[in-house]
């Protein structure tokens, strides 16, 4: 019984990685930008592929200063100790 359940799992296994080890070859598809594949077409990484995080800081960070921002509060009541290294 456990060999059959030995065999089960190693025959899942390798349906599950053949297309990972398969997929390691390949080359990365490379899509146009423009409007028709994305609604940012700006800023653009170095690769040429749309930098999302820097796109929403624009939209998002327009209008707001040290005065408007409650992070700035936050960040002088509790400071950086609180923080994890990983941020």
């Keep these: ?3 059959n359940q030995f065999r089960l799992s190693i025959f899942i296994s390798c349906l599950i990685l053949s297309p990972c080890f398969l997929a390691l070859g390949q080359k990365p598809v490379l899509v146009t930008i423009s ?3 994305t609604r940012i077409v700006k800023p653009l990484k170095e690769d040429g592929y749309p ?3 820097a796109a929403l800081n624009q939209q998002f960070g327009r ?3 040290a005065e408007n921002n409650i992070a700035v509060t936050v960040w002088e009541a509790v400071g950086p100790e609180d923080l994890s290294a990983g941020i």
């Design 1 to 3: 019984m456990q060999l």
């Design 35 to 37: 409007k028709q594949t």
């Design 51 to 53: 930098d999302y995080i």
């Design 63 to 65: 209008g707001v200063t």
